[in-house]
């Protein structure tokens, strides 16, 4: 049972490294870790090798290292709550890392609470359709004359934790950056039509621990803020709150205030954008190359002002950190 009020935490994982390859302060390692450690199983979204998402089960840390890092598509989930069930009757440890509507569906599923289970949720701002994300990469493919072999959603490591700027790697060893499919992630005519109605747009989340980027850091514990990624933690109840206890000694932690760390996700659903309908009309009768100027903002300025960014904080590394 959910408390009325989530207690709420800053979190940032002790290991660097960990760090850098999770998308905000580390958590979700921190969490599985300790699942996997005591012989458990964990469960979570990894990106297949054509770039769709797609949740598996992980048996070691090699498996789960892969879903670390933000897809920003929905996942597709197959057998997934069956398999769970079955790890739980076999009186297996689990945990299930997902976004709430998933974690939702999974207890609805299981009908009964489990003394093994432990539920992750993400703060979720909706998920875009994984048709215009093929068609962005086929573009970008054909723009480049070349293969995509990596992509990062999110680049932290160029870019920086507060940074949004998506990078694609190419066979030649050739990369790019971009801002498009974030763009129309954003404006929201891309989100799934349920993402509009969304019922965990709110503080009460299905999770026992919730999970977010901390937005809103520098007002709650502006200390934490290195622009190397802080795990905003909404612990929701008792199972939330011990397995939080068992990790404390992996993680630099803060007890934080509610309203300082509100961002939109935790408030409302975002409405559906007026030229939602405009939007697919266009993407299923013109070329992406006109969707990304027309709805995403492509424009060989921005692509500068990226590469610009990119080459400041280089320098930036090399000057302060002697990186
Ligand atoms: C679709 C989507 C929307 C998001 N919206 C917000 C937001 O509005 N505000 C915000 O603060 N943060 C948002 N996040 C990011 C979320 O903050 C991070 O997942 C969280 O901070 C975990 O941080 P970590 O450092 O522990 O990361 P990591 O170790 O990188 O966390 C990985 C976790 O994300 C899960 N995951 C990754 N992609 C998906 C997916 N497509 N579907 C389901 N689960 C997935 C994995 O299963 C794993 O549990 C979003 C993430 C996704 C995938
Ligand atoms: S916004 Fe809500 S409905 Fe959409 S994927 Fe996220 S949790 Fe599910």
């Known amino acids: 049972m959910n408390w009325k009020w989530p207690k709420v935490y800053a979190v940032r994982h002790k290991d660097e490294a960990i760090r850098a390859d999770s998308r905000s302060g580390g958590i979700f390692t921190a969490l599985s870790d300790d699942v996997l450690s ?7 979204c990894v990106l297949t090798e054509d770039f769709a998402a797609m949740h598996i089960r992980a048996e070691n840390v090699g498996e789960r290292n892969k879903m670390r890092g933000s897809k920003y598509v929905q996942s597709k989930l197959g057998n997934t709550f069956k398999n769970v069930k079955v790890d739980l009757d076999d009186q297996k440890n689990v945990l299930f890392s997902g976004t709430s509507c998933q974690v939702a569906g999974l207890k609805k599923y299981l009908g009964k609470e489990y003394g093994n289970l432990i539920c992750v949720d993400i703060v979720c701002h909706g998920v875009p359709s994984k048709k215009v994300w093929g068609a962005y990469l086929r573009w970008q493919e054909q723009k480049n004359s070349c293969k995509i072999i990596n992509v990062d959603f999110r ?3 160029d870019f920086g934790w507060h940074e949004h700027i998506e990078t694609l790697y190419f066979e030649n060893g050739k990369s790019t950056n971009s801002r498009i499919f974030k763009t129309l992630f ?5 989100l799934r039509p349920s993402c509009y109605e969304c019922l965990y747009k ?3 989340h299905p999770g ?8 809103g850091i520098d007002k709650a514990a502006p200390e934490f803020d290195d622009n190397r990624g802080v795990s905003l933690v909404l612990v929701n109840n008792e199972v939330g709150e011990k397995a ?8 630099f932690w803060k007890q934080t205030k509610l309203e300082d760390s509100l961002q939109p996700p935790l408030e409302a659903p975002f409405p559906k ?4 309908e405009q939007f697919w009309y266009d993407f299923k009768n013109k070329q992406f190359e006109y969707i990304s100027k027309k709805y995403g903002d492509y424009r060989l300025w921005n692509d500068l002002k990226i590469f610009i960014k990119k080459i400041k904080r280089k ?8 990186e």
């Open 186 to 190: 954003y404006r929201h005519m891309i």
């Open 155 to 157: 680049n932290k490591k």
């Open 202 to 204: 709110s503080v009460m």
């Open 315 to 322: 320098i930036r590394k090399v000057v302060v950190n002697g």
């Open 38 to 44: 005591n012989g458990g199983v964990v469960y979570g």
């Open 208 to 215: 026992d621990i919730t999970i977010a980027d901390y937005w």
């Open 244 to 251: 939080l206890e068992q990790i404390k000694d992996k993680l």
């Open 273 to 276: 954008p007026e030229n939602r």
